[in-house]
Each structure stands twice: as structure tokens, then as C-alpha cells.
């Protein structure tokens, strides 16, 4: 089974730019997650989606972070306009229907972002 | 907020030595599951626990939930070099009707020769 792809792997941007970052989940898996993780610290959780709808975005910094999953495969995440503290990496992971701890997820590989 | 502290948050060791590393929280999860990640790398699954009190072992790693579904721990018997990474624990909370992952603090891990 093919795993979560993401792309960008890396990229480097000066701050007020924007970046946007793809994810292709697993086939058939309806939730999709989005993590923002610094270096050495566990992820934090951008935003959840089942299928095509979000489930939680509290945490997403909507002033300039965006994100869509359009006819519930591939997702975008989009950072307009990057500031310093964006730096990090941005993990796209993907489980089956309705999540309950005994379907596990799985992670993409990350992409990492540095603002300079 | 559900919030998971680990500790310690770095650890560094000599090969064949022991530890334990902690997950905190002052929530109850309904599970609780155990990853490693490698530089470059997404976290992989090592375990889910989801009773309370629960043990689990995985070769030389050996996992435990609380009774009270609020802490788990991780301890690593005659560490090796291949266990050197980050350690996270993540609690699955009441999210509705699609449950979501929350992560802990992590624990960095260095497995000297």
C-alpha cells in the first residue's frame, strides 16, 4: 500500500511570502490531518478534516493560514503571508473512517519550512 | 485543552543501559498510543493502549497506561543505538464524532555506543 505523500519536502522562503503545501492521503482514508511541529517538540494539530468537511480547525491561525481538502482526497495547505515563527515541519497524515485509537495514522514524511 | 507533558525531554545514554520515559496528563484519554520518529521522517506507530492499566510489550520496549487513562510510560530495556530518536505519546480525546490525536511534549533519546 502506497503511503502519504507530501510536497514540497523542503522549502525556503523569506517572510510576508507564501508557500503552499500538497498532500495526497492514503486511498480510501476519509480523515485527514494537518500538524505543525518545531524541531524537537511534539506536533500540534493545524486541522482535521472527514472527507471533504473540517472537523477542527481551533488551532489553524486562520489570518493567514488556509487550508482544503477538495472532494475529500488531496489537501492544500496554504501560509500567506509566512512569518518567522512558521518555520517548521508541516506532517499531513490520513486514517480510516472515524477514528477511535484502534485504526491508528499514518504520517507523510513532512514538509519543512524555513522563513528567513 | 488536553495538553501531554513528557519527561525527561532529552535523554542520554550509553548502550545496554535502562529508561523510562513519562506522559502526563491531567485529561483522561479514551486511548493512548506510543511513536518514534527519525530525522526526516513522519512519527511511526510503536503501540495503542486502551485499557486502563493496560501493559504492552514490544521486544525490549514495554508500555503502560494508567489506571486512570491519564498517564502512560515507556521504558526501554539494554537501550541499543537503532533506539536513538524522538519519543512521543499521543492521546486520542473526545473530539465528536471523529476522535482527534493530541501529542505530547516528546523526549529525545540519544543511545551512545
Known amino acids: 500500500e502506497a503511503g502519504v505523500a507530501q510536497s514540497p519536502r523542503y522549502k525556503i522562503i523569506e517572510k510576508r511570502q507564501s508557500v503552499a503545501f500538497w498532500c495526497n492521503p492514503i486511498s480510501g482514508h476519509a480523515t485527514l490531518y494537518w500538524y505543525q511541529q518545531i524541531l524537537g517538540q511534539g506536533p500540534k494539530l493545524l486541522i482535521q478534516?472527514?472527507?471533504?468537511?473540517?472537523?477542527?480547525d481551533s488551532q489553524l491561525p486562520k489570518d493567514r493560514f488556509s487550508a482544503e481538502r477538495l472532494k475529500g482526497v488531496d489537501s492544500t495547505l496554504k501560509i500567506q503571508p509566512a512569518k518567522l515563527e512558521d518555520s517548521a515541519v508541516y506532517l499531513c497524515?490520513?486514517?480510516?473512517?472515524?477514528?477511535?485509537?484502534?485504526?491508528?495514522?499514518?504520517f507523510g514524511a513532512g514538509s519543512r519550512l524555513t522563513v528567513l | 485543552t488536553q495538553l501531554l507533558e513528557q519527561s525527561p525531554q532529552f535523554l542520554s545514554i550509553q548502550e545496554g543501559e535502562n529508561l523510562t520515559v513519562y506522559c502526563n496528563s491531567s485529561?483522561?484519554?479514551?486511548?493512548l498510543q506510543w511513536y518514534r520518529q527519525e530525522p526526516g521522517e513522519g512519527p511511526v506507530l510503536l503501540v495503542t493502549?486502551?485499557?486502563?492499566?493496560e501493559v504492552k510489550k514490544l521486544k525490549r520496549l514495554t508500555f503502560q497506561f494508567g489506571d486512570a487513562r491519564k498517564d502512560s510510560s515507556l521504558h526501554i530495556t539494554a537501550a541499543q543505538t537503532g533506539d536513538t530518536g524522538l519519543y512521543l505519546c499521543?492521546?486520542?480525546?473526545?473530539?465528536?464524532?471523529?476522535?482527534?490525536?493530541?501529542f505530547g511534549t516528546g523526549t529525545l533519546l540519544a543511545v551512545q555506543p
Open positions: 493502549v486502551v485499557t486502563g492499566g
Open positions: 497524515a490520513s486514517g480510516p473512517q472515524g477514528f477511535t485509537g484502534a485504526n491508528v495514522l499514518t
Open positions: 478534516f472527514q472527507n471533504n468537511g473540517v472537523v477542527d
Open positions: 485529561s483522561v484519554f479514551s486511548s
Open positions: 499521543a492521546g486520542e480525546g473526545y473530539g465528536g464524532a471523529t476522535n482527534k490525536l493530541i
